[in-house]
């Protein structure tokens, strides 16, 4: 069975300041990996997402995620947060037995202050 | 268009009640599925389908019955309401692009339970 973990339910950063959202997965196949990001009272938006290839990964607003295989991780970064990037944040695995399936993590949220 | 759209946005019942809550979608996508989000967990499978007439059950599924009568339509019907499904519900579609299923949320529905 897969799970995500994702350590730090609430991550607080000075605006310009590096953003780093922690997830670490769980998978006995080759995982699909998966950030989204929910705004308040609104759905969740695909960031990014990993499926083969290149480990690093480039999204929407500026975030990059890496696929660390070796330390079963997929760690959101952003260079310099913006106070629009407040927002709750959930990593997901799929995998290539499940991949119509999503199993998200419990979530981080993320303050910007100023 | 529309994307993902869910009815009702909000919605009270008292304990016992029964109630229907509508997902539709215009993106022709064979997968729809019902998730609930509650403070601290997550996002949940309740129950999704991989085509026009099929359901599956999901991660949490009792107390939740769901149809899918035409493609673009998935229902999540709750019977007896109880104060244990007050929750945010999300639906979602995906399509597949190669191996991966990219899931497409709606706005959702609050739903407190009395």
């Not at chain 2, 509508?22 to 085509?51: F, K, T």
């Not at chain 2, 359901?55 to 244990?84: C, H, I, M, W």
């Amino acid at each position: 069975a897969q799970s995500v973990t994702q350590l730090g339910s609430h991550v607080s950063v000075s605006e310009g300041a590096l953003v780093l959202l922690r997830c670490n997965y769980s998978s006995s196949v080759p995982p699909y990996l998966f950030w989204y990001v929910q705004y308040p009272n609104q759905g969740l938006q695909l960031l990014l997402k990993y499926t083969t290839g290149a480990t690093l990964v480039k999204g929407i607003n500026g975030f990059e995620a890496e696929f660390k295989k070796s330390e079963t991780s997929f760690h959101l970064t952003k260079p310099s947060a913006h106070m629009s990037d407040a927002a709750e944040y959930f990593c997901a695995v799929s995998d290539t037995v499940t991949a119509s399936k999503l199993t998200f993590g419990t979530g981080t949220r993320l303050q910007v202050t100023l | 268009n529309a994307g993902v759209t869910q009815t009702p946005k909000f919605r009270v019942l008292k304990t016992g009640q029964s109630m229907t809550l509508l997902c539709a979608q215009d993106m022709n996508h064979e997968y729809m599925y019902w998730y609930r989000q509650d403070p601290g967990m997550g996002l949940r499978l309740i129950h999704y389908s991989v085509g026009e007439g099929t359901t599956a059950k999901g991660e949490v599924p009792d107390g939740y019955n769901v149809s899918r009568l035409k493609k673009q339509n998935f229902l999540l019907g709750l019977e007896s309401a109880a104060p244990s499904q007050t929750s945010v519900y999300f639906c979602a579609s995906s399509y597949s692009t190669g191996p991966v299923y990219e899931q497409y949320f709606g706005p959702g529905t609050r739903l407190t339970v009395t």
